[in-house]
């Protein structure tokens, strides 16, 4: 893995209910020990027409197998591409991973909620504490049709104070949930209340395929990985890693699907 260059992305105007734009500046501080070690990719659209998203999905596949102490992927909304059709296709590409992994339902994974039960094995709003440390968060922010909404702020609520005793909790949604991007949506709602939790460290997002930074909302990370399938965005195909150090530390960088290349980091 190449830890360096870092590349500087700054994609982003600034908005009023921003607190800074995007950040990379000095040396991100990994931490020594790593005890716990995720990864979020987004926006695959699987069976898009006139992309090559088998080879797309092919790539990405072997970069994560090559990962190492890797404990679970979060596939971050937009799996396929409309098509009810391809959902149960992409998760046979999925089950080829040599590690956990979990789903979030974007825009583009137009089944129903039973569909995507049936197949998955989960509901669309989900969560679960890993390693008996961590909490994990998955959101459901569109339906059948493709509209764009807020996320279920009594589900959401609900985990959130469940989880409290936890020292990190991560959650995951595809769609901003702020209008800071072109394509997100203004649910202020939900970012106060994910924000009144002091041990969230971190929201991840999808959705912005050429967004691939860092926002802040009460001084609380919001962070996007680009994409690694579809039709537009950063020229790079990239996922996110986050690792959590026994020392307390926590670290999440963009890596380029292709080389394995760091383009920003951040300390959370």
């Known amino acids: 893995m190449q830890r360096r260059p870092f590349l500087q992305k700054i994609s982003l105007l600034s908005s009023s209910i921003m607190t800074m734009p995007f950040l990379l500046y000095g040396k991100m501080d990994f931490p020594k020990k790593t005890k716990i070690k995720f990864i979020t990719a987004s926006d695959g659209h699987y069976g898009q027409p006139n992309t090559d998203f088998e080879n797309s999905h092919r790539q990405l596949i072997e970069a994560l197998n090559q990962e190492k102490d890797l404990d679970f992927v979060v596939f971050n909304g937009d799996l396929i591409h409309d098509d009810p059709k391809w959902m149960s296709a992409v998760k046979k590409v999925y089950d080829q991973l040599s590690m956990p992994y979990f789903t979030t339902k974007g825009n583009h994974d137009r089944v129903s909620l039973l569909a995507w039960e049936q197949i998955w094995g989960r509901p669309s709003n989900f969560s679960f504490i890993h390693q008996n440390q961590v909490g994990i968060i998955l959101l459901d922010c569109s339906n059948e049709k493709g509209d764009y909404l807020c996320a279920d702020l009594e589900f959401a609520q609900s985990k959130l104070e469940e ?20 394509h997100g949506i203004a649910c202020s709602e939900f970012l106060d209340l994910v924000t009144s939790f002091p041990n969230v460290k971190a929201t991840f997002h999808g959705h912005d395929h050429d967004i691939d930074g860092q926002m802040l909302y009460q001084k609380k990370p919001f962070l996007w990985s680009g994409h690694f399938g579809g039709s537009w965005g950063n020229p790079f195909p990239s996922y996110r890693v986050c690792e959590i150090g026994e020392d307390g530390k926590i670290a999440t960088y963009l890596k380029t699907v292709k080389d394995g290349m760091i383009l920003n980091g951040h300390n959370l």
């Open 163 to 182: 989880y409290k005793v936890l020292d990190q909790v991560f959650v995951f949604i595809h769609i901003s949930q702020n209008d800071w991007t072109r």
